[in-house]
């Protein structure tokens, strides 16, 4: 099939691009680099089900050919959105898609709107100087890191599938297999949508951007009095349960800035994330973040301070009063940290076992020690959880086997079982309603490192074992042992890149 040949919508998606129509200033029309040899590397066949697409048909050459950016499909109309960011705290007021392209937007057949975006499909004016491509192995992360994320029931952009390129990219580790991500939002629109609407200084285009948000994401919202304070309410309640989530789970996403914060309350943009194993607050892994601005601990106060930039992006649509107007959001954003801790306390409260406990202060108590419990110990954040449900079961043999020091744990273990049912039955209930929320698989990085080693070299292999392991995280299975353990203690620290 010729590069400019189209393929039978109905064979693929059914297209309908609201954000082109409505959006105009905000983004730039455009089209991929093509892609001398492409070649399926991972694809997400239920995904692809879910959005309507048949999976064989999109599995075939000219299948790829659109997951790769070389053939236009009918009803596809490529964009690079526009888009600026405060990026470890510095304004930048014009990122946008360098190195992306948003193909359009798909209507499922249950009628869920979600975007299809390609990442590494070549430089747009956005570029800044960057080459626009991606490596083999940044795009393999985010397809596990966001395939685990939607297996825990975080949510998360999808990965439909990575595509090797059939070039070699120069990157700082030398030449590397290029290769393009194919991924899956209910929206792209982020915090630093609505910062560059608002430097352009017109009115109407950050209400144009507040209409189409609203639209999206809180229908609802259209006919209430003031719709811009109405979504901003939304997005913060969204993005403090989903910092909660993260923190549940101990994943560190690595770069918050505020064009990685979404509208949708989506975790984007897996660069150098990474899942904590030894329980440290001030864990980093990105390579970049000396100042340790994005750790697992400062997460939820990034967050609130990316929400304040969104915030002062819609004053003027708050109150004509600009002193009224900064009241407004500043009630609102007050509101975050409740929030936050309501869900984080809710969350823990199901890992622990003890949801239903009263009172409600007294559970509250035995969920704040554990972080200091942790953190003194260096204990493994996902084992300790999932072992805690052995010792409701009778045998706290293997969490206790985790401290150097077991009476530590037995002291708090004490404040814990006191809030559990002494009942044997109702005990080995909670323990299964434990291992329903505590994962026994992550992606261990390890285990994602010795997997994109292996398929940057050429094998996946291991990367495919590692999909089908996480896609399953509290199920555990025979065999599987080495996927619930951390890296031997002699590996070291571990760095995460953002693959640029």
């Not at 002193?323 to 975050?336: D, K, N, P, Y």
Request: aromatic share 8%; charged share 20%.
């Amino acid at each position: 099939m010729s590069a400019d040949a189209s393929l039978d919508a109905t064979t693929l998606f059914q297209f309908d691009n609201s954000y082109a129509r409505e959006l105009e200033g905000l983004y730039e029309r455009w089209q991929a680099e093509r892609a001398p040899a492409p070649r399926l590397l991972a694809f997400n066949r239920h995904l692809a089900e879910e959005l309507g697409a048949d999976p064989d048909a999109l599995a075939t050459d000219e299948g790829v050919a659109v997951l790769v950016g070389n053939t236009t499909a009918e009803g596809s109309e490529p964009i690079a959105l526009a888009y600026s960011g405060h990026q470890f705290g510095n304004y930048s007021p014009r990122l946008g898609d360098g190195r992306a392209l948003l193909l359009g937007e798909i209507v499922d057949p249950q009628g869920v709107r979600r975007d299809l975006h390609l990442k590494g499909s070549g430089r747009t004016r956005f570029a800044r100087g960057g080459d626009g491509k991606a490596a083999v192995g940044p795009m393999l992360r985010e397809y596990v890191i966001s395939e685990a994320m939607h297996a825990l029931g975080i949510p998360t952009t999808r990965s439909l599938a990575v595509v090797a390129t059939g070039e070699r990219i120069a990157r700082d580790t030398g030449m590397l297999p290029g290769a393009v991500l194919a991924r899956v939002a209910s929206s792209h629109l982020r915090v630093g949508s609505f910062q560059y609407a608002a430097a352009t200084g017109d009115v109407d285009l950050v209400r144009r951007l507040v209409d189409h948000a609203v639209a999206r994401h809180l229908p609802e919202a259209a006919d209430s009095e003031i719709p811009a304070l109405e979504l901003f309410r939304h997005v913060v309640a969204r993005q403090a349960d989903l910092v909660a989530r993260w923190m549940h789970v101990g994943f560190i996403h690595g770069v918050m800035n505020t064009d990685n914060t979404t509208i949708s309350g989506e975790t984007i943009d897996y660069g150098p994330c990474a899942f904590m194993d030894r329980f440290d607050t001030a864990t980093v892994f990105s390579s970049i973040d000396h100042g340790g601005r994005y750790s697992y601990g400062n997460q939820p106060r990034v967050l609130q301070w990316n929400l304040a930039r969104l915030a002062e992006t819609l004053l003027s649509l708050f109150d004509p009063d600009t002193e009224r107007a900064v009241a407004i959001a500043t009630e609102v954003l007050q509101g975050f940290g409740d929030r936050y801790v309501a869900a984080w306390h809710a969350g823990m409260r199901d890992k622990l076992g003890i949801a239903g406990a009263t009172p409600v202060t007294a559970a509250d108590a035995v969920v704040d020690a554990v972080p200091e419990l942790l953190q003194t110990h260096a204990i493994d954040h996902t084992r300790f959880f999932r072992l805690l449900s052995s010792a409701l079961r009778g045998d706290d043999g293997p969490v206790r086997a985790l401290f150097t020091d077991p009476a530590a744990f037995d002291a708090w273990a004490a404040t814990w079982l006191a809030l559990v049912p002494a009942d044997v039955d109702q005990r080995v209930a909670i323990a299964a309603e434990m291992d329903r929320v505590n994962p026994i698989y992550v992606p261990r990085n390890h285990l994602v490192e010795a997997a994109l080693d292996a398929a940057t070299a050429g094998s996946m292999e291991a990367f495919d074992a590692l999909v089908d392991v996480i896609r399953h995280p509290f199920d555990e299975r025979p065999g599987l042992e080495a996927y619930a353990v951390p890296a031997p203690a002699d590996q070291g620290p571990y760095r995460t890149f953002c693959g640029t």
